[in-house]
Nanobody, 117 residues
């Protein structure tokens, strides 16, 4: 089974940028895989940031994220990325990538992003 793993989190000042990546063990991203990025702030529900389909590279971004958060993938590195700019303190959360495969959704362990004011 595939196992995603996020990386790139850390502490960034408000207004700054950060790029997260997602690797996968036990397999690769292929075909019509729809890789999703989510985030969960403390005490809040996990919410979707957006998705990208692997081969086509088609993206769908949540309305609230559009323009500041960009999902893309490096096809040759087999790695999806989440680029975030203009970060605000309310973006502080654990960020996750996920991939559905055979009716099961596989989640990474998450990476902490902290935006300081």
């Amino acid at each position: 089974q595939v196992q995603p793993a996020e990386s790139g989190g850390g502490v960034v000042q408000a207004g700054g940028s950060l790029t997260l990546s997602c690797s996968v063990s036990g397999g690769t991203f292929v075909g019509d895989d729809m890789v999703a990025w989510y985030r969960q702030a403390r005490g809040k529900e996990r919410g979707v940031i957006g998705t990208i389909t692997w081969d086509a590279g088609s993206r769908h971004d949540a309305d609230s994220m559009r323009g500041r958060f960009t999902i893309y993938r490096n096809y040759h590195e087999n790695r999806p990325w989440l680029h975030m700019n203009g970060l605000k303190p309310e973006a502080t959360a654990i960020y996750y990538c996920s991939i559905p495969r055979d009716a099961v959704v596989y989640w990474g362990q998450g990476t902490q992003v902290t935006v300081s004011s």
